[in-house]
């Protein structure tokens, strides 16, 4: 809504009677959120003009103008000597691995063959790279996690050496709930944990196995992200402290590696599960040769912040990211992946939730950032930047609040929290949401490790409690079974493709705008708080807790 048209409003809700002045300041600033303003700003930023709004192409320009745009409009100031825009450098490396990798165990030799069997790629910024009779060693899980008192590398060596582990938890498909956090999966669980731990033992190599329910994905998806060119951020050490080689096996060619290395698959599998496990050797020796290329560029985040008064260096952070998947291979006609969902929604609900933030009459004590992050399709580039180099002090940012991926399809009773039971912040939601009418369900797909798959984990990693909740799955106009038919829907015809764009026929912002109210609420009440939320108890991220 305008500002104009805004004045109007109260303009006319006055003469025609109806006080203002029973609402309290954000009840009226939360007046200011509106579905027709979150139309317009969709439609805009996932318009063909932006060309689908990949960093580094005209796609980014568009984008930055246009959220450069809002955030003057919203009146927020900028973060960066008078600039909304912190540079994000990145490095893009293409791999060309050999087409074997030859393994000697015993007398025999197991020759796998590159993307039927394995794909490897390697963040070390060097052209040659090789691994010579490097000892394979079976770590498990991979796994050192001491709240669970487990440790997959205990009582071993593994410095040079290649390991291979499991995709997943142990807990996985035990229907535990005591093991680990049972079927959903924790940070432990997703490859890029695998991929720094190994590196933290000193591994030259790691090679995960892949097996599609574990991993959530079939080989088809691990294929395609392994053979494209890959974009990393610029790293001060050219990543010589990750692993020379990073990779995936097949479970057909792990199991083939067991079967010479005279293992039953299916016992280890079972042992590997067992608290207790021992890493060891499998007398097998691997030989793998890749050549790499690197460009470099710089992408660009955009940031803005509405200043608090007393406590305005305490930091409370909403984000939503700005990239896409630009153009790529056409669908009916159409190359242009235009993201309106993914994540053009998203980016509507926060900017209505700053606009709410604006026309507060008393700003609140802490400092409201508003955060584009860039690169999220990349690999959450963009935040983890920001983490990594954070304009306000990461141990005075109080919470993030993010969101990806948020649906169009009207108004919903819940509000789905994913990573239910991570932080206290759940507990700020949880005491709002009878006032919005809204009940808080846990993520029912938490075993796809959505957690650790958006913008709000980069914050996680480095201490900062964040919260990822929306509308989901219970429908107020058509119930639970529709709710999941439709996510259902839009996962398999429209994530990630071209045909993620506006349609002016059945969507409906009038959730989004809920989640807006309810998320501008918790975000207004911990701006006005001075207490810091805390990880909870059984969190991976408790450790990494700021004391304040
Ligand atoms: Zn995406």
Redesign the pocket.
């Known amino acids: 809504m305008k500002k104009h048209s805004k004045n109007l409003l109260l303009a006319f809700l006055f003469l025609n009677g109806i006080s203002c002045t029973q609402l309290n300041d954000y009840q009226q600033a939360e007046q200011t959120i509106q579905p027709d303003d979150m139309v317009r700003i969709v439609k805009e930023f996932s318009s063909d003009a932006f060309q689908g709004r990949k960093p580094f192409t005209a796609g980014e320009d568009s984008a930055i103008n246009f959220l450069i745009r809002e955030y003057e409009r919203i009146g927020l100031e900028p973060v960066n000597n008078g600039s909304y825009l912190q540079k994000v450098p990145m490095v893009e490396i293409t791999d060309s691995p050999d087409d074997k990798m030859i393994i000697n165990l015993n007398k025999n030799t197991l020759e796998l063959s590159y993307k039927t069997d394995f794909v490897a790629f390697s963040k070390q910024l060097v052209n040659e790279i090789s691994l010579e009779n490097s000892e394979i060693v079976f770590a498990g899980y991979g796994i050192v996690a001491p709240e669970y008192d487990w440790n997959d590398y205990e009582g071993i060596d593994v410095k040079g050496k290649t390991v291979v582990v499991f995709v997943n938890d142990p807990s996985f498909g035990t229907n535990q709930d005591d093991f680990f956090k049972g079927n959903a999966m924790t940070y432990y669980g997703r490859w890029t944990y695998k991929y720094e731990e190994a590196a933290r033992q000193g591994a030259k190599g790691i090679l995960i196995i892949h097996e599609t329910e574990p991993a959530g994905y079939p080989w088809g998806v691990v294929l395609n992200g392994a053979t494209i060119p890959k974009l990393y951020l610029q790293p001060e050490d050219n990543y010589m402290s990750m692993c020379a080689v990073e990779g995936w096996i097949t479970l057909d060619a792990a199991k083939k590696l067991f079967s010479l290395a005279g293992l039953d698959f299916t016992e280890i599998k079972e042992k590997a599960k067992i608290k207790g496990f021992k890493p060891f050797l499998l007398n097998a020796q691997l030989n793998f040769s890749m050549h790499s290329i690197h460009r470099f560029a710089s992408s660009q985040n955009v940031l803005g912040i509405l200043p608090g008064t007393d406590r305005a260096d305490e930091i409370i952070v909403y984000s939503s990211?700005w990239d896409?998947?630009g153009i790529g291979p056409s669908l009916n006609g159409d190359s242009i992946y235009n993201?309106a969902v993914?994540?053009g929604t998203s980016t509507a609900w926060m900017l209505e939730i700053a606009e709410a933030f604006s026309n507060l009459k008393t700003r609140p004590s802490r400092s409201i950032l508003i955060f584009s992050p860039s690169s999220?399709?990349q690999g959450l580039l963009g935040s983890k930047y920001y983490a990594e180099h954070p304009i306000y002090p990461l141990n005075k940012t109080v919470a993030n609040i993010n969101n990806?991926?948020m649906l169009p399809y009207g108004r919903y009773k819940d509000i789905m929290i994913t990573g239910y039971g991570q932080s206290e912040l759940d507990d700020y939601l949880e005491n709002i949401a009878p006032e919005y009418d809204r009940y808080i369900i846990s993520d029912p797909n938490a075993h796809t490790g959505m957690y650790y798959r958006a913008d709000h984990f980069s914050f996680a990693q480095v201490g900062v409690p964040a919260l990822f909740a929306r509308g989901n799955c219970d429908s107020r106009e058509h119930g639970k079974e529709w709710a999941a038919k439709m996510e259902k829907e839009w996962l398999t015809n429209f994530?990630?493709k071209p045909t993620d764009q506006y349609d002016s026929t059945i969507w409906d912002f009038s959730g989004i705008a809920d989640d807006a109210k309810i998320l501008f609420r918790v975000g207004y009440e911990l701006a006005n708080d001075s207490i810091f939320p805390k990880w909870k108890e059984g969190s991976e991220f408790r450790e990494k807790q700021f004391i304040n």
Do not use: C, M, Q, R
Request: no cysteine.
């Open positions: 990211h896409h998947l993201g993914d994540n999220e399709e990806d991926l994530y990630h």
